[in-house]
């Protein structure tokens, strides 16, 4: 889909700005450090969170603070972009909400009028953590001079900041027990490996000084199969251990997605 508009507030040096009428073919003139470099990485970030399919997750990047005007992180920043929607598009739209909501036809049906699909991406920090979220997605187009950014048109998702928090909680613990997941299961297919481990069980630290779990292994990981190791007085029951664990890890994240999605 094309950008048509796009709309920033409070982004690195961008307390407010927009972008309207975009074509195909457009040039950003300025001054140095007047923000032309900032306009095009709003653009770089909605795509990358958009391609990443999650409505929130972990912002990527080494100091988060900078990327809030005046370092004011208080308040999330936004950024609004607003893309034609083609006629096929909106019709493979209305389709496919049809068949996964059908108790609002009425208001799908709306949709057939409008000619863009606009998102709204924040970015917010609480404490140390930093994520972005879609805020909203809409069929039609960003108000015009509003302080905090919103669409008019046809409504498909709000997230509230509450709510945009804790799905990035859930986000960041299942790929937390998907990385770990995926070090057991080096363990368990590796029988080098795996004798490894257990015939040095009297060393635990060399877990991951060896780099035996793979280079990403939490130590909270190697905490839990240190002690497991300890502990196991055969292999037999070193490797049902290890199995326990993996089940154990998948049996959370399998809860975590429920939980979110009601």
């Known amino acids: 889909m094309r950008i048509r508009s796009i709309e920033v507030r ?14 195909g073919l457009n040039v950003l003139i300025g001054k140095n450090n007047s923000g032309k470099s900032n306009v095009l990485s709003t653009i770089d970030l909605m795509h990358q969170h958009l391609y990443g399919a999650t409505i929130s997750g972990p912002w990527d990047t080494p100091r988060p603070a900078d990327e809030f005007t005046d370092r004011n992180c208080e308040t999330p920043l936004q950024i609004g972009i607003e893309f034609e929607l083609p006629s096929r598009l909106n019709l493979d739209l209305r389709e496919r909400l049809q068949s996964e909501a059908p108790h609002l036809e009425k208001s799908i049906d709306q949709i057939k009028s409008h000619n863009r699909l606009t998102f709204v991406l924040a970015g917010a920090r609480n404490d140390s953590a930093a994520y972005l979220f879609i805020q909203q997605i809409a069929a039609g187009s960003l108000k015009a001079d509003s302080l905090d950014l919103d669409i008019e048109g046809i409504n498909l998702l709000t997230v509230p900041l509450p709510v945009a928090y804790e799905l990035f909680l859930f986000q960041r613990e299942t790929t937390h027990l998907q990385s770990d997941i995926r070090s057991l299961e080096i363990v368990l ?37 240190n002690q497991l190791v300890s502990s196991s007085p055969s292999a037999d029951e070193f490797r049902n251990g290890l199995s326990a664990l993996v089940a154990d890890a998948k049996e959370k994240i399998a809860h975590s997605i429920g939980f979110s999605g009601r």
């Open 10 to 23: 409070r982004f690195r040096s961008i307390e407010k700005t927009v972008l309207t009428n975009c074509g």
């Open 189 to 225: 297919d590796d029988h080098t490996r795996f004798n490894y481990l257990f015939e040095n069980r009297e060393r635990p630290t060399r877990f991951y000084m060896d780099g035996m779990l793979g280079p990403n292994a939490r130590p909270s990981l190697i905490r839990q199969l």
